[in-house]
């Protein structure tokens, strides 16, 4: 079964649609804008599934979904992709959330005539701590998605393939696919195409004259 829920938007992510995966062409569709996986059969997939395609999205899929796969095959298994841990749950991929008890949950406090922003839970109302799987009240960390990865940042480390640098925390969650290929073309800034078992996809590089290092 696949659990398409870390290719979609995080909680962050304005575009709502993008938050959960959706039943496209037979089979569903995940993307948060960066990254995008189908898979060909909704029975194999977990999780909640909107059971039609999002108004903001219908007629968009289908340029990605008949792409070819051309260019040089990089099976990912053979890819050293950089671990960079999310800050947030160190890696563990879960959390264990508490109401801040400095601010009663409001993320800020009133000192006066003024309202101040609570140092002790950076204004979240809440306190985070990682926590391992199975952790009495621990949920999926929703700062990177239940990955464990961090956001990518231009002085992160990124993975060059072939002619296309790509971010490490869209591979990693590409390998959580069975037998993943990616498809490499000539173009720096091309679209990448991969497939799985049971399914495809389709990546955005990273625009390296954005890049500074």
Known sequence: MFDLSIFCGTSEEPRSYLHTPWIERGGVAATDG???VFV??????SGDVKDTTPKAMIGKMDKFLDLEFSGNAHPLSGIDIPKLKCPMCEGSRFLVS???EDCNGEGEFQHGAHW???QECEGDGKNHVAADKGST???LCPYCSGIGIKKFADSDPYVKIGEVYVAPNIL???NTLPNAVLYVGDDPGGSVTFRFDGGRGVLMPLDMRRIKK
């Not at 060909?40 to 997939?45: D, F, I, L, T």
């Open 172 to 174: 990693t969650r590409v």
């Open 137 to 139: 009240n621990s949920a």
């Open 40 to 45: 060909e059969s909704p029975q194999m997939v």
């Open 98 to 100: 508490t109401i801040c």
């Open 34 to 36: 960066h990254v995008m």
């Open 116 to 118: 101040y922003s609570c």
